[in-house]
């Protein structure tokens, strides 16, 4: 019997890939860059399934490929604003990704980043690196202490509830604005608007999806609502905040320091960021464990078993 035919948009965990190599035919994309849209429009003709990660755009005309093969997108990854899942449903494709199991591993990047931007950290090392530090003194690099402070969470999904549990460990009392209600919220302050919750908070973590709808939620307008002594935390999604009003914001300290792991147009990071010293900076690191890639593509792979066996997925979202 002829094996279906994958494709892998990137190199994934040797093991996922041993289990796929054992029931499929699996062409891997050896190049450590993005596919173009020619390349990933005739890999939806010469193969059965199309497995691609959040670097990839799958647009409407590659899903639409003409002499289209391909009757699944086995998504690497929780988030799939990436994907035309409208295009998707019209052209009977089926779409599948992998959350629940990068929850933990994203929350701790949240943390680390809140903790990194909170005793500025990105500032110390890279002075002691370049040879500057001078010592120990009373006034060196003072930073803020997270007792007490208030943590802004905006969204409050598996993410979101994760960071929570990690901050109030911190001594720190959480707020929340999302589309849950108040009564979804236990023990965190509710806050109907964004504006609010930006004007409560000495730290906001941004967790909500991307999409038209929260496109640049925090602008210019956002930022100044915020606490002069603000940090701002981003692990959702890089298109929820303007680049250049928060390198501004940083410039001219309306806000102390960001810390974020997602970009709006990855890899390029706005260069005025870059030039910021508290600003920092991951390289989008937010599932990046051993044990979380593993499972991320161990629930693509449960999905295509599935699915090649004419049963219902276990993650469907188109």
Same mark, same amino acid.
């Given at each position: 019997?002829?094996?279906?035919?994958?494709?892998?948009?990137?190199?994934?965990?040797?093991?996922?890939?041993?289990?796929?190599?054992?029931?499929?035919?699996?062409?891997?994309?050896?190049?450590?860059?993005?596919?173009?849209?020619?390349?990933?429009?005739?890999?939806?003709?010469?193969?059965?399934?199309?497995?691609?990660?959040?670097?990839?755009?799958?647009?409407?005309?590659?899903?639409?490929?003409?002499?289209?093969?391909?009757?699944?997108?086995?998504?690497?990854?929780?988030?799939?604003?990436?994907?035309?899942?409208?295009?998707?449903?019209?052209?009977?494709?089926?779409?599948?990704?992998?959350?629940?199991?990068?929850?933990?591993?994203?929350?701790?990047?949240?943390?680390?980043?809140?903790?990194?931007?909170?005793?500025?950290?990105?500032?110390?090392?890279?002075?002691?690196?370049?040879?500057?530090?001078?010592?120990?003194?009373?006034?060196?690099?003072?930073?803020?202490?997270?007792?007490?402070?208030?943590?802004?969470?905006?969204?409050?999904?598996?993410?979101?509830?994760?960071?929570?549990?990690?901050?109030?460990?911190?001594?720190?009392?959480?707020?929340?604005?999302?589309?849950?209600?108040?009564?979804?919220?236990?023990?965190?302050?509710?806050?109907?608007?964004?504006?609010?919750?930006?004007?409560?908070?000495?730290?906001?973590?941004?967790?909500?999806?991307?999409?038209?709808?929260?496109?640049?939620?925090?602008?210019?307008? #956002? %930022? &100044? *609502?915020?606490?002069?002594? +603000?940090?701002?935390?981003?692990? =959702?999604?890089?298109?929820?905040? $303007? @680049?250049? #009003? %928060? &390198? *501004?914001?940083?410039?001219? +300290?309306?806000?102390?320091?960001? =810390?974020?792991?997602?970009?709006? $147009? @990855?890899?390029?990071?706005?260069?005025?960021?870059?030039?910021?010293?508290?600003?920092?900076?991951?390289?989008?690191?937010?599932?990046?464990?051993?044990?979380?890639?593993?499972?991320?593509?161990?629930?693509?792979?449960?999905?295509?078993?599935?699915?090649?066996?004419?049963?219902?997925?276990?993650?469907?979202?188109?």
């Amino acid at each position: 019997m002829t094996k279906p035919r994958i494709l892998l948009t990137r190199r994934w965990p040797e093991a996922v890939e041993a289990r796929l190599a054992a029931r499929y035919e699996v062409t891997r994309n050896e190049r450590d860059v993005p596919m173009d849209a020619a390349a990933l429009a005739r890999a939806m003709r010469e193969h059965d399934a199309l497995c691609p990660t959040v670097t990839d755009r799958i647009t409407r005309d590659i899903l639409l490929t003409v002499g289209r093969r391909a009757r699944i997108i086995g998504n690497y990854g929780a988030g799939f604003e990436h994907i035309d899942l409208d295009a998707a449903r019209a052209a009977g494709i089926a779409v599948s990704n992998t959350p629940d199991v990068l929850t933990d591993a994203t929350a701790d990047i949240a943390m680390t980043l809140i903790l990194m931007a909170t005793r500025r950290a990105g500032e110390g090392e890279r002075e002691l690196r370049a040879g500057e530090w001078t010592g120990w003194r009373p006034t060196h690099l003072l930073g803020q202490s997270l007792r007490g402070k208030i943590l802004g969470l905006v969204g409050y999904g598996r993410i979101a509830r994760a960071v929570a549990v990690r901050a109030r460990a911190f001594g720190m009392d959480v707020a929340v604005h999302s589309r849950s209600q108040a009564d979804d919220v236990p023990d965190c302050a509710y806050h109907p608007t964004l504006d609010g919750l930006l004007r409560a908070a000495d730290i906001v973590s941004l967790h909500a999806p991307g999409g038209a709808a929260t496109h640049h939620m925090i602008d210019a307008d #956002a %930022l &100044a *609502a915020m606490k002069p002594g +603000a940090v701002l935390v981003n692990t =959702g999604r890089g298109t929820l905040v $303007d @680049e250049a #009003a %928060l &390198a *501004a914001s940083l410039s001219n +300290a309306t806000i102390a320091a960001a =810390g974020l792991d997602v970009y709006a $147009d @990855e890899p390029r990071v706005h260069p005025a960021l870059v030039d910021r010293p508290n600003a920092v900076l991951l390289p989008h690191l937010g599932s990046a464990t051993l044990e979380t890639r593993e499972a991320m593509g161990m629930k693509v792979a449960d999905n295509l078993d599935r699915f090649f066996a004419g049963e219902p997925l276990l993650d469907r979202v188109a």
